[in-house]
């Protein structure tokens, strides 16, 4: 299974996809490519320092956000990708994109969704006092951070904690998850219905 990566950020969980291809433990899914829409992201950094196919595609040299899709689109498709997974990809996409991977494009959120969707989820759940916050990798639909949850972790939120604390402590479990959905899915293990996801066992 080709894996297409997009990411606009760090690219931290990027590195744990590129760690867990590199001890086999992505099953049948191979990183086939890396697209960014911030030219110097630390995404990119990774992804060529692995080795990996990448392409840059700024958002901000397109008029329009189908025009961008469009793009990102043409320069999935030499890569024959059966999966795009966002990994900290900061756009919204459209459904003409949607469409053309449907039900094959997943999404790394930092919260218990549906709790805390958008951006800053971590400070979201902090100010807000939630005693337990975590993460989510789902299948993306139209709606922002909606569609059927694949995978959740919870993290115990501290008395002693603060939001940095809070953000990386989330951020360390997303990187165990996100893979490990990756080759859930690879393994033709997980199935779809309404919005209940089924993951069988391995
Ligand atoms: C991650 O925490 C990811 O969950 C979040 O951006 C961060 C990217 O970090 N994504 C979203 O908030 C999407 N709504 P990374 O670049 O180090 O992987």
Known sequence: MNVGV????????????IDAAGHDELGPARLAVVGVNVPDCGALTRARAAGL????????????RDAFDQAVLAA???????????????????????????????????????????????????????KISGCTVHFVETGVDSGPIIAQTAVAVRDDDDEER???RILAEEHRLLPAVVRQIAEGRVSVQGRRVHVAPG
Do not use: C, E, K, Y
């Open 6 to 17: 997009l990411a606009s950020g760090t690219g931290s969980n990027l590195q744990a996809l």
């Open 53 to 64: 196919a990448t392409f840059v595609i700024d958002h901000r040299a397109h008029p329009t």
């Open 76 to 130: 999935l498709r030499p890569h024959a990708v059966d999966l795009v997974v966002l990994a900290g990809f900061m756009r919204i996409l459209t459904p003409a994109f949607l469409a053309a991977f449907s039900g094959r494009v997943i999404n790394v959120h930092p919260s218990l969704l549906p709790a805390f969707p958008g951006v800053h989820s971590q400070a979201q759940a902090f100010r807000h006092g939630a």
């Open 166 to 168: 809070l953000r990386l």
